[in-house]
């Protein structure tokens, strides 16, 4: 069973992509968004798609942290 978590990527102009990935996935866009030498664009690999981002229009990465909770 994959290890699933919400990731949400946001862009310049104000959108918001909010996607499902796996840490792996998360821990590349990081990895992608922190090197000076990577290339413009990154594949990222989602539960049911993939979707190509542009690095240079990248605001911010938000992931939760995994911490389920149950109940109010």
Avoid: C
Avoid at 9 to 32: K, M, P, S, T, W
């Amino acid at each position: 069973m994959p290890n699933l978590r919400r990731l949400d990527v946001g862009f310049q102009g104000g959108q918001v992509l909010a996607v499902r990935i796996e840490v792996e996935a998360y821990d590349a866009l990081v990895r992608a968004l922190g090197d000076d030498r990577s290339e413009r664009w990154h594949q990222l690999d989602t539960d049911d798609s993939q979707v190509q981002i542009d690095l240079s229009q990248v605001v911010y990465v938000q992931r939760e942290s995994g911490n389920q909770k149950v109940g109010f």
